[in-house]
């Protein structure tokens, strides 16, 4: 049986349009974008950037929350307990549009390997979405950066530590420390 030409070039468009849809899917995501200039412009206490879409830093304030948003931060991971916060930043983030995460990180009996694990998997889960990483001031947002680079990046202690305080590490280092030489 003939194929008309008519068919025949039909046919070879719908197999164009089959490929490229293969190779749309298979494409690597690209990370949303993120305006570095205006996370800093917002003046939130120890920020400090991380990666290209990756801020760690102390509590931000409500309204340092809209520019966070209007500068594509998708998402916020606070390790902050809620009684020691005094307001509802879970609601303030998720009506802003953003994606809100909360690991409960209690003072220093809260840097714990568990707490490092649970943070280095939601990291992971993110995809390299913009994002920022905050504690009251950073310090405990560095102490399970560096638990976390020991344990499941193999990284060794003095690694661990540069890692952490890249991150906000701070005057939770002695206890650092003595975890990761154990």
Same mark, same amino acid.
Request: charged share 15%; proline share 4%.
């Given at each position: ?45 120890? %920020? ?8 760690? /830093? ?6 340092? +929350?809209?520019? @966070? $948003? #209007? ?54 889960? %993110? ?8 504690? /009251? ?6 102490? +399970?950066?560096? @638990? $976390? #680079? ?33």
């Amino acid at each position: 049986m003939a194929v008309s030409s008519a068919r025949r070039a039909l046919l070879g468009l719908l197999l164009v349009a089959v490929q490229a849809t293969l190779l749309l899917a298979c494409a690597p995501v690209e990370t949303a974008r993120v305006n570095p200039a205006l996370v800093e412009q917002a003046g939130i206490v120890n %920020l400090r950037t991380t990666g290209e879409a990756e801020f760690a /830093s102390g509590q931000p304030t409500a309204e340092q +929350l809209q520019t @966070l $948003a #209007a500068a594509g931060i998708k998402h916020v991971i606070n390790l902050r307990p809620s009684s020691e916060q005094e307001w509802d930043e879970a609601k303030a983030v998720r009506a802003l549009g953003m994606h809100y995460h909360s690991i409960t990180v209690a003072g220093p009996a809260g840097v714990t390997f568990e707490n490092a694990a649970a943070l280095d998997k939601l990291l992971h889960s %993110l995809q390299g979405e913009p994002l920022l990483l905050h504690c /009251s001031s950073g310090n405990r947002v560095g102490a +399970l950066i560096a @638990l $976390a #680079a020991q344990q499941h990046h193999g990284a060794d202690l003095e690694a661990a530590i540069a890692e952490g305080q890249r991150w906000g590490l701070t005057r939770l280092e002695p206890l650092v420390r003595a975890k990761l030489a154990q």
